[in-house]
């Protein structure tokens, strides 16, 4: 039973132990708290979580405090300029000064169970549920809601399988599960709208040499930042009363908006959700992370809270870390993020997320401004850490977690991004036009033929994965070198010969009797012709300097 106690409990994350570090030989070092992170990250290779999402949400909490800490030449976030940011990252690590007055103003802010102002949670909750039932108070929830990955109501479409009758949560999981947030929440029933970015994009983190780099290279001018126009910056640490206010939004009215002027760090730590954690003192095991902890928590409110306002550019949020699918010019409406999609691997959006649009100037580039920012600072290989999240009927499917490092020069030099693109488009051709349409012609296969799907998927992901390892580490690193030519060639050599081997393996798992081994002796053949026929034509296409499919 639940042990009632005068003792107020408290977990602060500005100093509680709460987040692992990665030391630079691989091991990990025990948790730590915000501050500690802060000022020591340059003995630190990365932030280490199970969940890459909490990597995500951790690290941008940090880039929000970073962002309102640090005072280059004396200045606010909103006044740097390049040069502040050049002078940022000449120093060796963050000045512990503005970092510690920082903690010594806002560290009360950050207390998961505070009576006043509990970190990203709402303050009214506490009086509202001792209401009567008449007034319909709100309803106690599964803690499980804060963890994407944990199945929760009729949410059953998951990776991750048990009963949210169970969940149990340390104070650290629960602060974790709060950092997910502003990110990563989808769309619910009963109102709840998705996060700042509506469905959950692909995040593109900078990576570096430590955590410090990684951090620094997050920082933006204000040229990269949105809410640029907002006068008052909404963070969570300056809001008063620290209340998460709700305003039903009609979707199917565009004349009805969400919130508008939402400044940088406010997005940053956006509440879509309008929270309380009840904590209780009944030293059980996390289920989350096993820890043992004499305050728990098992039950919280969640309820529909924040939802930004998508009616026209000019409001239109663009988050740093986020690309987005390309625009005419002329479009009054905001791109749509690039989002991860079920089964495809994270290095397929290549393309889209890093490399600059063709130079006809009939789109808008929408690639993330933290990777503009960089590209303006350094033009050396940068890697980057891609966190995504595949949604299927607010249910998260599964996580998507890479780190890909990018040659600056393709985004510099928009030929030589071109040419990946134009390299990977010829992959996709292939695996589109020829390796499925023969396919399907060898089976004679109908939209209700569920073998055939399933050995065309097989086939497909085959070659996608052989693929990967060329694509990523010598036609990306060689088209930004001096020998593109002979890069480029071999990539569609390579695309080439994994198309013939992927359809020749799935083409004789179509059949062993005498009939079948005709037909795939045929479509083997056929696609092998299809195949050499396409390299042709494109090699042939670039020799005379035309645009390629």
Not at 81 to 109: K, M, S, T
Not at 247 to 255: E, F, L, P, W, Y
Not at 334 to 348: E, G, N
Request: overall charge positive.
């Amino acid at each position: 039973m639940t042990q009632f106690t005068t003792e107020p409990p408290t977990f602060n994350l500005w100093t509680e132990p709460w987040i692992t570090l990665e030391r630079p030989d691989g091991t990990l070092d025990t948790p730590r708290g915000l501050e500690y992170t802060l000022l020591y990250a340059r003995e630190y290779r990365s932030l280490y979580e199970q969940s890459p999402l909490v990597v995500a949400g951790i690290h941008r909490l940090l880039v929000a405090i970073l962002h309102y800490a640090l005072k280059p030449n004396g200045k606010d976030y909103q006044d740097w300029n390049h040069l502040d940011l050049q002078r940022l990252w000449a120093l060796p690590e963050f000045p512990a000064a503005e970092i510690r007055q920082f903690g010594e103003v806002y560290d009360h802010r950050f207390d998961l169970f505070s009576a006043d102002a509990p970190f990203m949670q709402s303050t009214d909750i506490p009086a509202l549920l001792k209401l009567p039932k008449k007034a319909k108070p709100p309803e106690l929830e599964t803690v499980a809601y804060l963890m994407p990955e944990i199945p929760t109501g009729s949410n059953v479409i998951h990776y991750r399988h048990g009963s949210e009758s169970t969940d149990v949560f340390c104070p650290a999981c629960a602060g974790k599960g709060l950092v997910i947030m502003p990110a990563f929440t989808a769309k619910g029933g009963s109102g709840k709208a998705p996060s700042i970015n509506g469905t959950p994009p692909i995040y593109i983190l900078p990576g570096g040499e430590t955590l410090y780099h990684s951090l620094r290279a997050s920082l933006t001018t204000r040229p990269y930042q949105p809410g640029r126009t907002v006068n008052v910056d909404l963070v969570w640490w300056t809001r008063s009363p620290a209340i998460v206010e709700f305003k039903k939004i009609d979707t199917r009215d565009r004349n009805q908006r969400g919130l508008t002027n939402i400044g940088y760090l406010h997005g940053l730590t956006f509440t879509p959700r309008r929270v309380w954690l009840k904590p209780e003192k009944l030293n059980l095991s996390c289920t989350r992370c096993g820890q043992t902890s004499d305050w728990i928590v098992r039950k919280i409110v969640y309820q529909a809270g924040e939802s930004p306002s998508h009616v026209n550019r000019e409001e239109f949020w663009r988050d740093p870390f986020v690309s987005y699918y390309p625009t005419s010019k002329e479009s009054p409406v905001p791109s749509k993020a690039i989002v991860p999609k079920r089964d495809i691997a994270l290095w397929r959006n290549f393309v889209g997320l890093f490399l600059p649009l063709p130079a006809d100037g009939k789109q808008k580039d929408w690639a993330a401004n933290v990777l503009l920012q960089v590209s303006q600072i350094t033009g050396d290989e940068y890697p980057f850490r891609c966190v995504g999240m595949v949604t299927k009927d607010a249910s998260a499917v599964e996580w998507l977690d890479a780190d890909l490092t990018v040659p600056l020069q393709l985004r510099l030099d928009p030929i030589r991004g071109q040419d990946v693109r134009n390299g990977f488009t010829f992959a996709e051709g292939c695996a589109k036009n020829i390796l499925a349409k023969y396919f399907k012609r060898l089976l004679a296969a109908s939209d209700k033929n569920k073998r055939y799907f399933t050995l065309r998927d097989q086939m497909l992901a085959d070659y996608w994965a052989a693929l990967s390892h060329p694509f990523l580490s010598d036609f990306v690193p060689g088209m930004a070198k001096d020998e593109r030519e002979d890069s480029y060639h071999r990539w569609i050599d390579t695309v080439v010969s994994e198309g013939k081997r992927a359809f020749r393996a799935a083409a004789l798992l179509a059949g062993h009797d005498g009939d079948a081994l005709e037909k795939q002796a045929r479509a083997i053949s056929d696609c092998e012709i299809a195949l050499l026929k396409k390299r042709k034509a494109h090699l042939s296409k670039r020799e005379k300097g035309e645009a390629h499919e």
